[in-house]
């Protein structure tokens, strides 16, 4: 066996490890509490932001290992459920538990304290989202419906934003409805049947791809301007392109 048969399962691990140590900081966090209160923004969502980082990083090996596995010709079936299992930690479990404690936080004393668990729709959709991506033989070039790791991008900016919180965005986002209203969209496009393109690049001729160098070009400019803001707006964004125009191989 050569070196380069494990690189994609590696990296598949590296995901499965940065949500893993996410998850740890996400549920070891007993500390958030409202900028207003006595502890600094830092001390309050450190620990999310910190788990956010992680599962970029997550997000980017999942990225390249299906990418190495192609280029490699080293694809198999184990590589393809072991994807699915990490994805499942990563992009599932994890963005639930960043809600869960988002809705702690926010959820104020006349509203039972249960609804916070409701963040876990997140998860058991994206449980479904993986379960259909992997018997959908129309999902091999685009996708249809948000991908895992698209939704908990979203959700993972969330600390983020609260941390620095440049734009007063913290009493909107920790609205209690806000964050269920999320988990219920979000999920919903999770299972959605809306075709989305897939930043998959056959060749570098504009022709075969001018939306998918729109949206990255439009998405870099974003988060030059708006930093971690900008995360949700680009998710958005790919929804519309993709609806706007039919997704292509």
């Given at each position: 066996m050569t070196i380069k048969k494990h690189l994609p399962?590696?990296?598949?691990?590296?995901?499965?490890?940065?949500?893993?140590?996410?998850?740890?900081?996400?549920?070891?966090?007993?500390?958030?509490?409202?900028?207003?209160?006595?502890?600094?923004?830092?001390?309050?969502?450190?620990?999310?932001?910190?788990?956010?980082?992680?599962?970029?990083?997550?997000?980017?090996?999942?990225?390249?290992?299906?990418?190495?596995?192609?280029?490699?010709?080293?694809?198999?079936?184990?590589?393809?459920?072991?994807?699915?299992?990490?994805?499942?930690?990563?992009?599932?479990?994890?963005?639930?538990?960043?809600?869960?404690?988002?809705?702690?936080?926010?959820?104020?004393?006349?509203?039972?304290?249960?609804?916070?668990?409701?963040?876990?729709t997140v998860s058991i959709f994206s449980a479904l989202r993986l379960a259909k991506f992997n018997n959908d033989a129309r999902q091999s070039d685009s996708f249809i419906g948000l991908p895992t790791p698209a939704c908990t991008l979203v959700v993972a900016s969330l600390p983020l934003i609260l941390l620095h919180d440049s734009f007063g965005l913290a009493s909107f986002i920790l609205n209690p409805w806000v964050l269920l209203g999320l988990t219920v969209l979000l999920s919903g496009l999770l299972v959605a049947e809306i075709p989305l393109f897939a930043l998959k690049f056959k060749n570098l001729r504009w022709q075969d791809n001018s939306l998918r160098f729109v949206f990255l070009l439009l998405s870099i400019g974003l988060l030059v301007v708006l930093q971690a803001t900008a995360i949700p707006l680009i998710v958005l964004l790919y929804v519309l392109l993709s609806v706007l125009r039919p997704a292509v191989g």
């Amino acid at each position: 066996m050569t070196i380069k048969k494990h690189l994609p399962n590696a990296l598949t691990c590296l995901n499965l490890l940065c949500g893993c140590v996410a998850l740890t900081l996400i549920l070891a966090n007993n500390s958030v509490l409202a900028p207003s209160s006595s502890l600094s923004a830092s001390a309050s969502f450190g620990p999310l932001a910190e788990a956010a980082y992680l599962i970029g990083l997550a997000a980017v090996a999942d990225f390249f290992d299906g990418l190495v596995a192609r280029a490699l010709h080293v694809s198999s079936p184990i590589g393809k459920d072991l994807d699915s299992l990490a994805d499942m930690v990563s992009f599932g479990v994890v963005p639930g538990a960043i809600l869960y404690k988002l809705l702690q936080l926010s959820l104020p004393n006349n509203l039972p304290t249960w609804l916070a668990y409701l963040a876990f729709t997140v998860s058991i959709f994206s449980a479904l989202r993986l379960a259909k991506f992997n018997n959908d033989a129309r999902q091999s070039d685009s996708f249809i419906g948000l991908p895992t790791p698209a939704c908990t991008l979203v959700v993972a900016s969330l600390p983020l934003i609260l941390l620095h919180d440049s734009f007063g965005l913290a009493s909107f986002i920790l609205n209690p409805w806000v964050l269920l209203g999320l988990t219920v969209l979000l999920s919903g496009l999770l299972v959605a049947e809306i075709p989305l393109f897939a930043l998959k690049f056959k060749n570098l001729r504009w022709q075969d791809n001018s939306l998918r160098f729109v949206f990255l070009l439009l998405s870099i400019g974003l988060l030059v301007v708006l930093q971690a803001t900008a995360i949700p707006l680009i998710v958005l964004l790919y929804v519309l392109l993709s609806v706007l125009r039919p997704a292509v191989g």
